[in-house]
């Protein structure tokens, strides 16, 4: 063997342990914040549920009946997406569910004659949707992994001035909800207006809400309500993208340090049987040269 490709050989498994080394890393880093990110979801849960069933009561009991976010638009002309992507990549396939996702639907949308405005969440969602020349308005970045209250409000306020305002009639949701760390899933979920389920009270045995009394005025308990259910809601999606991005992130990076592994087996035997194959080349080299010297004797 070559002392030249014995070198570069050597120089390719050092430089494939460096990047296996980083993958290692990122991957228990990655694996860390799932627990932390995933504690952070269930923390959350038992506001939203609560919030979610006292606007459900209100509006049971007649408060807000009239009122667009509750009941919508008669006529759907433009919808919002709030499509939560990552501001960073190498987390495989997690920002491409969710491109595609709100891609896909505002396709169909623009098939029924609707038109669309996206509120991008995560650099690589602003990114994509700018590439592709779609009609965008503030984006949010910088805090994908670790979400605050504090974003989740003012992404709540935005959305809702953009409803109340007029500019979009409708307000989705996109995101990858947070199963376990084995499972996530892309969903898309009504914002603005409310759900019906939630709009109209829900079901009967929901509805026990509809007797209460409050004070002051249920409309004016509801207009107060209204925004925080909803910075509920954002704040509730920004936490499941976050910890299903750890969670993606985890696995990728575990696939690159399997790989980087097996690609340092394979050039580790790529090596060692050149080295073998040269030395046995020298085996030979030396028996044939020493039996012509005894043929020479001879």
């Known amino acids: 063997m070559a002392g030249g490709q014995e070198r570069i050989l050597r120089g390719r498994i050092r430089s494939v342990q460096a990047t296996k080394k980083i993958t290692r890393a990122m991957e228990l880093i990655a694996a860390s914040r799932i627990v932390k990110a995933q504690q952070r979801v269930v923390a959350a849960v038992p506001y939203s549920n609560l919030i979610t069933e006292v606007v459900r009561d209100l509006s049971a009991g007649g408060a807000g009946s009239n009122k667009p976010f509750l009941a919508g638009r008669p006529e759907v002309k433009t919808v919002c997406y709030i499509a939560v992507a990552a501001d960073r990549g190498l987390c495989g396939g997690y920002n491409t569910g969710v491109l595609r996702a709100t891609e896909s639907q505002i396709k169909l949308d623009a098939a029924a004659g609707r038109s669309h405005l996206v509120v991008p969440i995560g650099r690589k969602a602003e990114g994509y949707f700018k590439f592709r020349g779609y009609k965008m308005s503030k984006a949010f970045n910088g805090f994908t992994d670790n979400p605050p209250y504090v974003i989740a409000k003012e992404i709540g306020e935005y959305v809702v001035d953009l409803f109340t305002s007029g500019q979009v009639d409708r307000v989705e949701l996109v995101y990858t909800r947070f199963v376990s760390s084995g499972t996530q899933e892309v969903v898309q979920r009504p914002l603005v207006p409310l759900g019906g389920d939630v709009a109209e009270g829900g079901d009967a045995k929901n509805t026990a809400g509809?007797?209460?009394?409050?004070?002051?005025?249920?409309?004016?308990?509801?207009?107060?309500?209204?925004?925080?259910?909803?910075?509920?809601?954002?704040?509730?999606?920004?936490?499941?993208?976050a910890a299903s991005e750890h969670a993606f992130r985890q696995r990728a990076m575990k696939s690159a340090t399997d790989n980087a592994e097996e690609i340092i087996n394979n050039l580790s035997r790529?090596?060692?049987?050149?080295?073998q194959d040269a030395i046995t080349t020298e085996i030979m080299e030396i028996v044939g040269g020493a039996e012509a010297l005894s043929s020479d004797k001879n």
């Open 210 to 241: 509809a007797n209460y009394e409050f004070e002051p005025d249920p409309d004016l308990i509801l207009d107060t309500l209204l925004p925080r259910y909803v910075e509920a809601r954002v704040y509730a999606a920004l936490l499941n993208a």
């Open 270 to 275: 790529i090596m060692n049987r050149a080295r």
